[in-house]
């Protein structure tokens, strides 16, 4: 894939596999990319601004009061003006700021003031990288909505040490960047739509301190929200209880029931788009007991069951229905049967059908397999982060409602 045309801004961390950032820059613009860098104080310290420079093409920005670039506000011009951001090498401290919001130099306040895809290459010691306070910060970002390439498992530049934490190859990172625009939604498609999102499971409570759920973590939901949101949308995402934080700058309802989830989405009509992708439980408690259930003489307990309000069919019969009513369907078998019964069943335009089967790994995980199941017949995705099953999901329903002059 050729990038001609695009803007890159690199970001250069301060680790040895700074070195390999050379190779990054010439491989990038030999694929057509434009790539300005900016290097933190200890970047500087491995490679230089003259090495960087000579391979860019101009001198690169290392200071973020700098009279000479801050002039127009350079941060955030630099913020605004890239397709994608790379940080490579993306360090165990630039992650922590990163994931911390952190903002005390030019790097860092780039970060905190884009809203173009980011991809971080982290490289450090194997200690490091494993260390609780790493993972931490890495499964924020990931949360946050950016992507990451490596690390990879290899010797470091220690002697005689290995283990997971070399930072990726070049043309790994380079060919990373390449899926990232691939999937990115058109800034602009949606602009002036109004996009309504369902993410994350429900609780039905048995009493005041258990309840009946499910193992959905809403990464592929909020993952929706963040790519219809990065096209120009209106964003309002539903949110069952998850541990993912608010995207940022999209309106977010937290519910815990079906029911609460049902009123919050049918106050949210009209929308453009509905995007049912909550894993609502489809069944509730008939009478939650008020006080803490107690053990009957071990005996056994019997619970009295009630269906829950089906939210995708109440959406898509709606008096005020939106233009595209989208709904997912997680299976562990028979996928595409039961989507296509649940597609006709709820009089929804669009089921997007998953295996949940535990051996996948997709509650929870960070990748997904779906198939796209329409009126037309039926489209196999193939197996791709939730980030990209996400933008290419606003992808179709952009072309879509362009199509239909909705």
């Not at 970060?111 to 990288?129: D, E, F, I, K, S």
């Not at 509905?274 to 071990?298: F, Q, S």
Request: some cysteine.
């Amino acid at each position: 894939m050729s990038l001609a045309g695009k803007k890159l801004l690199l970001i250069i961390g301060g680790g040895i596999a700074a070195y390999k950032s050379l190779d990054l820059i010439r491989r990038l613009r030999e694929r057509g990319a434009s790539v300005r860098a900016v290097m933190t104080g200890a970047a500087q310290e491995f490679v230089t601004p003259l090495s960087v420079g000579a391979l860019t093409g101009e001198k690169p920005f290392t200071e973020l009061f700098d009279a000479a670039s801050e002039f127009d506000v350079g941060h955030i011009r630099l913020a605004r003006e890239a397709d994608v951001i790379v940080v490579a090498p993306a360090t165990a401290d630039l992650m922590a700021k990163m994931a911390n919001g952190l903002a005390n130099d030019l790097a860092t306040a780039i970060l905190l003031a884009t809203h173009r895809p980011v991809l971080v290459a982290p490289a450090m010691n194997p200690a490091m990288w494993t260390h609780p306070a790493t993972q931490r910060n890495f499964a924020q970002l990931i949360a946050d909505g950016i992507s990451a390439i490596g690390p990879n498992q290899g010797e470091m530049a220690e002697s005689n040490e290995t283990g997971t934490g070399r930072m990726a190859e070049p043309v790994e990172i380079v060919a990373a960047v390449e899926n990232l625009i691939a999937i990115a939604p058109d800034k602009s498609s949606l602009k002036g739509k109004r996009v309504l999102v369902t993410s994350g499971p429900t609780r039905e409570p048995i009493d005041p301190v258990r309840f009946i759920s499910n193992q959905s973590s809403g990464k592929q939901g909020h993952a929706v929200a963040r790519a219809a949101a990065a096209a120009g949308a209106e964003v309002v995402l539903i949110s069952g209880p998850v541990e993912l934080p608010d995207p940022s700058g999209i309106k977010t309802i937290h519910v815990n029931t079906a029911a609460e989830m049902l009123k919050a989405a049918e106050a949210a009509l009209p929308v453009d788009v509905a995007i049912c992708a909550a894993a609502v439980a489809d069944w509730k408690i008939d009478d939650a007991a008020p006080e803490k259930m107690k053990k009957a003489n071990g005996g056994p307990l019997t619970l009295c069951l009630s269906e829950n309000p089906d939210i995708l069919s109440t959406i898509a019969h709606h008096k005020r229905r939106p233009k595209l009513v989208v709904g997912f369907a997680a299976e562990t078998e028979k996928i595409l049967d039961n989507a296509k019964a649940k597609l006709a069943k709820k009089g929804c335009d669009w089921i997007v059908a998953n295996d949940v089967s535990p051996e996948t790994g997709v509650f929870g995980g960070e990748r997904n397999t779906v198939h796209l199941v329409t009126r037309e017949g039926v489209e196999d995705w193939p197996t791709q982060s939730k980030e990209a099953v996400a933008g290419a999901l606003v992808r179709r329903i952009a072309d879509t409602l362009k199509r239909a002059g909705k």
